[in-house]
């Protein structure tokens, strides 16, 4: 059974960081994208980054480049979200995904898998 777990939310100050771990397990995700999403209450789920399978190529959202850093550890069948600078808009369920499909551009590849989501709070 494939399973991506989050980990890492919490409550943070305006300005203030958080890192965001992603773990697979139940198949190996080496060598294909995986991405983070997030939902905002009462918003559509949205795409904020993704890291190619190798890890050479990202893709940010707009409201996140400069802020967010997306990256991996193949070894460790994992993905990361170092977010700073954080806003009081980031507030939202953050989503970890996978795609077994490959391709560019990530932000618009079909991801198959899904964790269950971990809470981002920025208080102003």
């Known amino acids: 059974q494939v399973q991506l777990v989050e980990s890492g939310g919490g409550l943070v100050q305006a300005g203030g960081s958080l890192r965001l771990s992603c773990a697979a397990s139940g198949r190996t995700f080496s060598g294909y994208p995986m991405a983070w999403f997030r939902q905002a209450p009462g918003k559509e789920r949205e795409f904020a980054a993704a890291i190619s399978g190798r890890g050479g190529s990202t893709s940010y959202a707009d409201s996140v480049k400069g802020r967010f850093t997306i990256s991996r550890d193949n070894a460790k069948n994992s993905v990361y979200l170092q977010m700073n600078s954080l806003k009081p808009e980031d507030t939202a369920v953050y989503y970890c995904?996978?795609?077994?499909?490959?391709?560019?551009?990530?932000?618009?590849?079909?991801?198959?898998?899904w964790g269950q989501g971990t809470q981002v709070t920025v208080s102003s």
């Open positions: 995904a996978a795609s077994t499909r490959g391709g560019f551009p990530l932000r618009s590849l079909i991801y198959e898998y």
